[in-house]
């Protein structure tokens, strides 16, 4: 596998339901970023992960949770979703966590709330 | 002020023409000015990126044009082709705020064969 790899790429939940989305990447960076993408709205970042440390929470509702274990993976756990939380789930990294540092994208977790 | 103004939505251009797209910022703190390309399915890329010490950036067919007085800045595709028929998205950084990429709404370019 290369560059930045996410899983599921689509998912399905009902609000009840509690799971998570995988992103591992496989270019030795040191930060990792979450971002949603929705079709009203301008790409959002929602966490940012600077040497496995949150360095960046953008006022994002508890019901997600993000864990960075190692610098090389994060994970989203989502909890008591909203029909409004559907999106396209993009994770992204960086070598560093500076102003420049090219960000290298997945191809997203398309998340479906019913 | 975070915001980053996009425009158009969208855009066709007939092959062998120019597409442009614009985008205009408030916060003078920005200082890295990124251009990003998204495949259906995929997830963005970086196209093309210039700082503010800049007026002007090539890279093959693609160019941005940086107005700092104006804070506006906007991405050429000389001779467009079907091939570049994505959706594109402006950002911007500021200095001593980490890598955290504000984006414009995107603009969705066909071009036409």
């Known amino acids: 596998e290369t560059g930045v790899t996410q899983t599921p790429r689509h998912l399905v939940m009902g609000m009840t339901n509690k799971k998570s989305l995988k992103c591992e990447q496989h270019l030795g960076h040191n930060a990792m970023y979450w971002y949603k993408q929705s079709a009203k709205k301008p790409l959002e970042l929602m966490f940012v992960y600077n040497f496995k440390e949150q360095t960046e929470n953008n006022s994002v509702p508890s019901r997600f949770s993000p864990e960075c274990p190692n610098s090389s993976h994060l994970f989203l756990h989502l909890h008591t979703l909203q029909p409004e939380d559907s999106a396209l789930y993009l994770c992204a990294s960086s070598q560093g966590g500076g102003s420049g540092d090219e960000q290298f994208f997945g191809p997203g977790t398309r998340l479906t709330v019913l | 002020q975070q915001q980053v103004k996009q425009s158009p939505q969208s855009l066709i251009v007939q092959k062998g023409g120019i597409s442009i797209i614009n985008c205009a910022y408030e916060n003078t703190a920005f200082d890295y000015f990124p251009w990003y390309q998204q495949f259906p399915g995929k997830g963005p890329a970086l196209l093309i990126a210039?700082?503010?010490?800049?007026s002007e950036k090539k890279e093959g067919r693609f160019t941005i044009s940086f107005n700092k007085s104006a804070k506006q800045f906007s991405l050429h595709i000389m001779d467009s082709q079907p091939g570049d028929s994505a959706t594109y998205f402006c950002a911007a950084s500021m200095k001593n705020a980490g890598n955290m990429l504000t984006f414009g709404g995107g603009t969705r370019l066909m071009v036409k064969p």
């Open positions: 210039i700082r503010p010490d800049v």
